[in-house]
């Protein structure tokens, strides 16, 4: 069982930077893959980033390119969104989540962290 607590976001202008923090509970943290996802009021929730759990591999929605970047640092069980150039429609919660296989779809993660809002204002 892993839990995970988001932390970092808020309120933010268009072209700033937040960046966000995913803390996890037990001992296996460093076994497990890690990604970000957003949900947007009304819309589903979509795929941001994911790292392998060595932090080896990366990948990312097209949307973020170049603008996010995730890490990791198993040491202290935490995982980071580091969001630059943020835009309005970046506008949405969001969750990290931890699975066995880096994956980029919903169903492939099996434990997920509440959510953190961030807004961007134009």
């Known amino acids: 069982q892993v839990q995970l607590v988001e932390s970092g976001g808020g309120l933010v202008q268009a072209g700033g930077s937040l960046r966000l923090s995913c803390a996890a509970s037990?001992?296996?943290?460093?076994?497990?893959?890690m990604g970000w996802f957003r949900q947007a009021p009304g819309k589903e929730r979509e795929f941001v980033l994911a790292?392998?759990?060595?932090?080896?591999?990366?990948d990312y929605a097209d949307s973020v390119k170049g603008r996010f970047t995730i890490s990791r640092d198993n040491a202290k069980n935490t995982v980071y969104l580091q969001m630059n150039s943020l835009k309005p429609e970046d506008t949405a919660v969001y969750y990290c989540?931890?699975?066995?296989?880096?994956?980029?779809?919903?169903?492939?993660?099996?434990?997920w962290g509440q959510g953190t809002q961030v807004t961007v204002s134009s």
């Open positions: 790292i392998s759990w060595s932090g080896g591999r990366t």
């Open positions: 989540a931890a699975g066995r296989y880096m994956r980029t779809y919903y169903s492939g993660f099996d434990y």
């Open positions: 037990g001992r296996t943290f460093s076994t497990y893959a």
